[in-house]
C-alpha cells in the first residue's frame, strides 16, 4: 500500500484563523480524498481531489471554507477557513493507489485539530 | 435510512471466541465491499476487501457478502485483545461516478483476556 504521511500530526488554533494541512503520497495517484472525523464519530467525506481539476465537495461542504490544492499527482493541501470550535476534528487523506483493488483507500495518519 | 448501517455496539468477547460484526447497505446496486480496522487515536486500516457474493478468508479474519440481502458481515476466529477496535464496513454505491466510499458508523469491538 501506499506510504502516506500529513502535516502538521495535530494544531491548536484560533477562532477565525485558518489552518492548512498537507498530504504527501510516496507514489503517483490519481485520486486523493479528505475525511473529517468528528469525536466519536465515523468519516465524513468532505471533498474528492484530482489532479489538474477543481476538487469534487460533498453535500455540506463548500470550497470557501475547505479550499483544496492539487498541483501534482503526489501531494494535495486542505485548508480549513476561519474556523470555529466546531471545526475541531480529526482530518485525514486518502488515496486510492492504482494497480489495487477498485475503490481500496489507504489513510494517512491525520491531523488532530482543536479549535479554541 | 442511512447508507451504510452497523450495531454501534460495543460487542464484547472472550478471548479466544469468535467475533461477528455485521453491516447493511441500502444501495442495492453497491459492488464494492471493504472493513476497516481503526484503533483509538489511529487512521483506519483496510483489513478486507470483497466483491462478489460468498466468503472471502484472510488469517483469522472471514469476510461475507450476500448482495440479494445487501449484508455484508466481518468474523473474527481466535479473537485477541489486540483485536479490539472500532470495525468499519464501507461500500462504494453504484450511483457515485468516482470512487467514492460511503462509511458505516462502525462497531466498537472489545475482546475480553
Known amino acids: 500500500s501506499a506510504v502516506i504521511s500529513q502535516k502538521p500530526s495535530r494544531d491548536i488554533c484560533q477562532r477565525g484563523t485558518s489552518l492548512t494541512i498537507q498530504c504527501q503520497v510516496d507514489?503517483?495517484?490519481?485520486?486523493m480524498f479528505w475525511y473529517r472525523q468528528q469525536p466519536g464519530q465515523s468519516l465524513t467525506l468532505i471533498a474528492t481531489a484530482n489532479q489538474g481539476s477543481e476538487a469534487t465537495y460533498e453535500s455540506g461542504f463548500v470550497i470557501d471554507k475547505f479550499p483544496i490544492s492539487r498541483p501534482n499527482l503526489t501531494f494535495s493541501t486542505l485548508t480549513v477557513s476561519n474556523m470555529s470550535p466546531e471545526d475541531s476534528s480529526i482530518y485525514l487523506c486518502?488515496?486510492?493507489?492504482?494497480?489495487?483493488?477498485?475503490?481500496?483507500?489507504?489513510f494517512g495518519p491525520g491531523t488532530r485539530l482543536t479549535v479554541t | 435510512q442511512k447508507e451504510v448501517e452497523q450495531n454501534s455496539g460495543p460487542l464484547s468477547v472472550p478471548e479466544g471466541a469468535i467475533a461477528s460484526l455485521n453491516c447493511t447497505y441500502s444501495?442495492?446496486?453497491?459492488?464494492?465491499f471493504f472493513w476497516y480496522r481503526q484503533y483509538s487515536g489511529k487512521s483506519p486500516e483496510l483489513i478486507m476487501s470483497i466483491y462478489s457474493n460468498g466468503d472471502k478468508e484472510d488469517g483469522r479474519f472471514t469476510a461475507q457478502l450476500n448482495k440479494a440481502s445487501q449484508y455484508v458481515s466481518l468474523l473474527i476466529r481466535d479473537s485477541q485483545p489486540s483485536d479490539s477496535a472500532t470495525y468499519l464496513c464501507a461500500v462504494t454505491p453504484l450511483k457515485t461516478s468516482y470512487d467514492k466510499v460511503i462509511f458505516g458508523p462502525g462497531t466498537s469491538l472489545s475482546v475480553i483476556p
Open positions: 486518502s488515496v486510492a493507489p492504482p494497480g489495487r483493488g477498485s475503490y481500496e483507500q489507504y
Open positions: 444501495d442495492r446496486g453497491s459492488q464494492s
Open positions: 507514489s503517483q495517484v490519481t485520486m
